[in-house]
Antibody, heavy 119, light 112 residues
Framework: QVQLVESGGGLVKPGGSLRLSCAAS????????MSWIRQAPGKGLEWVSY????????YYADSVKGRFTISRDNAKNSLYLQMNSLRAEDTAVYYC????????????WGQGTMVTVSS | QSVLTQPPSVSAAPGQKVTISCSGS????????VSWYQQLPGTAPKLLIY???KRPSGIPDRFSGSKSGTSATLGITGLQTGDEADYYC?????????????FGGGTKLTVL
């Protein structure tokens, strides 16, 4: 079945780094845009970044631009988010999602991975 | 402060109908498709509506979407206790840096 599984979350100190991974299965990964979306504890959804099917087009939210890097490996059916210079306000559940760019909709979501930035 | 404005909460009795509004501007809802998501407690969001009013396979027709001008609305009929969840709208916003996706702040639905 169509599935996204995130991993790599954990506790990190302010200023530290973390790399999230998202393993896709059940669909042709290389045909789709992909995205990261986060949700701080008790808060709403915040779009973080998306990447085109080939990886040639990438956009970031202003809150993470210059600190986070999205990438993908179509041979491994995997999406990544390299997070550097982490801040307390980056504490959130990070979701990987398949992005239907023409419809502006996220149709498949992973279960999420928790990132906690604290000293 | 979200670019898209949703009421923080709505409530209705089982079997009744409820609507959830999502208000924006010409730089987002007014010129782009709107999608809606349901997030049950402790779970990941799920796509309910895309292209303003289309339902993905498996979403019951109790859920509907509409858009008029710079506002969009999610409607849910025949409310069930299992519909208690947070609901979010989403779209592009061209007033921000290029290629930005925005969500509403979310609406908590209580089925009394």
């Amino acid at each position: 079945q169509v599935q996204l599984v995130e991993s790599g979350g954990g506790l990190v100190k302010p200023g530290g780094s973390l790399r999230l991974s998202c393993a896709a299965s059940g669909f042709t990964f290389s045909d789709y845009y992909m995205s990261w979306i986060r949700q701080a504890p008790g808060k709403g959804l915040e779009w973080v970044s998306y990447i085109s099917s080939s990886g040639s087009t990438i956009y970031y939210a202003d809150s993470v631009k210059g600190r986070f890097t999205i990438s993908r490996d179509n041979a491994k059916n995997s999406l990544y988010l390299q997070m550097n210079s982490l801040r307390a306000e980056d504490t959130a559940v990070y979701y990987c999602a398949r992005f239907l760019v023409g419809e502006i909709a996220f149709d498949i979501w992973g279960q999420g991975t928790m990132v906690t930035v604290s000293s | 402060q979200s670019v898209l404005t949703q009421p923080p909460s709505v409530s209705a009795a089982p079997g009744q109908k409820v609507t959830i509004s999502c208000s924006g501007s010409s730089s987002n809802i007014g010129n782009n498709y709107v999608s809606w998501y349901q997030q049950l407690p402790g779970t990941a969001p799920k796509l309910l509506i895309y292209d303003n009013n289309k339902r993905p396979s498996g979403i019951p027709d109790r859920f509907s979407g509409s858009k008029s001008g710079t506002s969009a609305t999610l409607g849910i009929t025949g409310l069930q206790t299992g519909d208690e969840a947070d609901y979010y709208c989403g779209t592009w916003d061209s007033s921000l840096s290029a290629g930005h996706v925005v969500f509403g702040g979310g609406t908590k639905l209580t089925v009394l």
